[in-house]
């Protein structure tokens, strides 16, 4: 298994979280909000090539409360070459106060 951590930031084009760079299953994902306020966010799954962000929401919206971890573990995520995980937050004074960190392995 493999571990990556990203900061979750702002953006109309959500940032990448996690980009495949081969066939994977991705197990597990947790989405730690670091500040004492509660931030709203979203999370995508990403084909690859596509920029269909809209359709690609499997959180929309999400509110994770202050000092608390969001835990995302009962799907498995497979995923092939280049397709991503992104997500954003709402707004620009929220940006880095989520981490995201991602668990897989190769399949």
């Not at 306020?37 to 920029?51: E, M, Q």
């Not at 809209?54 to 092939?80: P, W």
């Amino acid at each position: 298994m493999a571990i990556i951590n990203a900061t979750i930031r702002n953006g109309s084009t959500p940032p990448a979280i996690f980009t495949a760079t081969s066939n994977v299953a991705v197990t597990t994902m947790y989405l730690c909000n670091k500040s004492t306020d509660a931030v709203t966010c979203n999370i995508f799954v990403v084909p690859n090539g596509s920029v269909d962000y809209g359709n690609a929401v499997i959180y929309s919206q999400l509110t994770v409360q202050s000092n608390d971890t969001y835990v995302l573990e009962n799907e498995r995520l497979l995923m092939e070459t280049g397709d991503s995980l992104r997500g954003n937050v709402e707004s620009s004074s929220d940006a880095s106060k989520i981490v995201a960190t991602v668990s897989y392995t190769q399949i």
